[in-house]
């Protein structure tokens, strides 16, 4: 980290970092497309990309990573990708449990994991339940997620809770946000996208409302620390008012 303040002239403020920097990765298709290698070989250099970009986030002290591996629409990719981007998520976390206890990295999931396969469903309950002894920093990892399906999930539970009458008269925020898969979480300062597209494809809906938006057009398999650096510089010229005014 010393040599990158030392290398680069312009570089982001340590005191003002990001808390939670959420992720969108994308371009890992055209990636490959342009190298003419299957969708799965983007998808593998992708999730290379993710462990280089969580171990750095870990490295500056980033408190919290969320990216987004897995849409609740994407099972409308052939099944053969479907698959594989699967197999690529059991890769990582048998990797990522036999380092766990020496990176003391707290990993989470977002999304309904109930359909997954059991092998897939028994690591991640493994790598939550050996994350809970851990306080630094926590990868959250968005899987059979959708923004739109995690509000109708927790207005479903919220009615189910209250079915015998007793809710309050007003439903507030801070209620309701414990309902979603994120409840503890902060919500993103900084949410990037990658590959050019310029849109929140059903990504933390209720909890990205005030969240800043870097878009590049680096494709996520070539996304480096640099990029985040980038990304990281943008988020601090930023002002932040939350609907007031300038102070
Ligand atoms: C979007 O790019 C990417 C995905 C739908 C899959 C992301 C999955 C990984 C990076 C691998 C597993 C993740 C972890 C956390 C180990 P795209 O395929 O839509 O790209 P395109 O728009 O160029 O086709």
Redesign the pocket.
């Known amino acids: 980290m010393l040599n990158f303040f030392k290398k680069n002239k312009q570089a982001w403020e340590p005191d003002r970092l990001p808390r939670h920097i959420a992720i969108i990765?994308?371009?890992?298709?055209?990636w490959a497309a342009k190298r003419a290698l299957p969708?799965t070989a983007?998808?593998a250099a992708?999730?290379e990309t993710?462990r280089r970009v969580a171990t750095y986030c870990k490295d500056i002290g980033i408190e919290y990573l969320t990216?987004y591996?897995?849409s609740t629409e994407?099972w409308k990719r052939p099944q053969s990708e479907v698959g594989s981007?699967m197999q690529?998520?059991e890769k990582?976390l048998i990797e990522a449990l036999e380092k766990m206890e020496r990176d003391k990295v707290k990993m989470k999931f977002l999304g309904d994991v109930s359909v997954l396969s059991p092998k897939l469903r028994a690591l991640i309950s493994e790598t939550e339940s050996l994350s809970e002894k851990f306080d630094g920093v926590q990868v959250n990892?968005c899987l059979n997620y959708g923004g739109r399906d995690e509000i109708l999930r927790a207005a479903t539970h919220y009615a189910l809770d209250y079915k015998d009458g007793t809710a309050p008269q007003k439903l507030d925020e801070e209620t309701f946000s414990k309902y979603m898969y994120s409840s503890g979480l902060p919500d993103p300062d900084l949410i990037i996208r990658p590959?050019g597209e310029m849109r929140s494809s059903n990504f933390l809906l209720w909890q990205s409302a005030y969240s800043e938006f870097y878009f590049t057009d680096v494709l996520?398999p070539d996304f480096s620390a640099t990029e985040l650096d980038r990304a990281i510089i943008a988020y601090q010229t930023r002002e932040r008012r939350y609907g007031g005014i300038k102070k």
């Open positions: 990765m994308d371009g890992n298709g055209r969708r983007g998808h992708g999730a993710f990216v591996a897995f994407n981007i690529l998520l990582y990892i590959s996520w």
